[in-house]
């Protein structure tokens, strides 16, 4: 009787679990379906056309090891295009998000960015979570 109990009580924990995770994501996906930009872009100025490698690169301070990851993440998602759509999933950070279909390619990288700091905390370990399972 003891296990069925315990079974009984680790079940409601992961349907708990569950809902909580179920709420996080809505909850992300409400802030950014709102137009938005990196908070430490500076002075970046889009009109200069910069690649966006390179727009992304100054966006996250020059670190080359996180830009590495997200190199890596982008490529694999979008190839870097701003026109890319995959079902439901939009541009370059390919985001569920009709935003990004409507706006220019640094703006889906700032995007991209804040979705990647609230979800996953940085690039690399947005990158580590792609490679499992094949979604950031």
Not at 1 to 8: F, H, I, S
């Amino acid at each position: 009787m003891y296990g069925t109990l315990r079974a009984r009580a680790h079940k409601g924990l992961r349907a708990s679990r569950s809902r909580i995770a179920r709420s996080v994501a809505i909850a992300i996906g409400i802030t950014l379906l709102s137009p938005m930009y990196a908070a430490n872009t500076g002075s970046i100025n889009a009109n200069k056309k910069i690649t966006y490698k390179t727009y992304a690169l100054r966006a996250l301070n020059n670190d080359y090891h996180q830009f590495n990851c997200l190199l890596r993440l982008y490529t694999k998602e979008s190839n870097w295009r701003p026109k890319a759509r995959n079902g439901s999933h939009y541009g370059i950070p390919q985001g569920r998000s009709t935003y990004l279909a409507k706006v220019n390619g640094y703006k889906q990288i700032d995007w991209g960015l804040k979705y990647i700091y609230a979800r996953h905390n940085t690039p690399c370990q947005a990158w580590q979570h792609f490679k499992k399972r094949n979604w950031h």
